[in-house]
């Protein structure tokens, strides 16, 4: 089975991939972002000084927080 492709954030963009490229550059703190991240639970994040995973975890009771 493939290895689950997660969308990845570099130079101020979220770039998603589908087939192996990435197709749409959505830029970071636009209502499309948020619009994004509400429907999505994680995405790479990249620059210069490196990377990390971002996930949505959701506490029981309390909602979801990143």
Known sequence: MPKKQIAKVVNGYLGIQKDGRFHSQIPIG????FAWLSNHKGFAYQD?????????EQIKGKGAYW
């Open 48 to 56: 210069e000084t490196g990377s990390f995973t971002a996930r949505c």
């Open 30 to 33: 636009t209502s499309t972002w």
